[in-house]
């Protein structure tokens, strides 16, 4: 059973900086690729930003630039470093990880922006 567990969502000012990190239980070699999805209320959820096993990276034209998306693969963690964030950049986050035929969802950590 493929568990992970999001962290480093809170609350931060406009033009503001948060690191999130999604751990996952046993290696994430064996995972096609993993992302980082949002889902404001009432909307459907979104990519944000994926990387694959080979290291190949997928970002959504509104976070390109400012969002980056790394992996540590001793630690089974995949990271999505967030700046210069905007207000429309609240919402929850969540980590996917993908084998074939089967995708597994974090339970999300809340993004707030605001002064």
């Known amino acids: 059973q493929v568990q992970l567990v999001e962290s480093g969502g809170g609350l931060v000012q406009p033009e503001g900086s948060l690191r999130l990190s999604c751990a996952a239980s046993?290696?994430?070699?064996?995972?096609?690729?993993m992302g980082w999805y949002r889902q404001a209320p009432g909307k459907e959820r979104e990519l944000v930003a994926r990387?694959?096993?080979?290291?190949?990276?997928t970002y959504a034209d509104s976070v390109k630039g400012r969002f980056t998306i790394s992996r540590d693969n001793a630690k089974n963690t995949v990271y999505l470093q967030m700046n210069s964030l905007k207000p429309e950049d609240t919402t929850v986050y969540y980590c996917?990880?993908?084998?074939?035929?089967?995708?597994?969802w974090g339970q999300g950590t809340p993004v707030t922006v605001s002064s």
């Open positions: 990387i694959t096993r080979g290291g190949y990276t």
């Open positions: 996917r990880a993908a084998l074939p035929g089967v995708y597994y």
């Open positions: 046993g290696s994430i070699l064996r995972f096609i690729d």
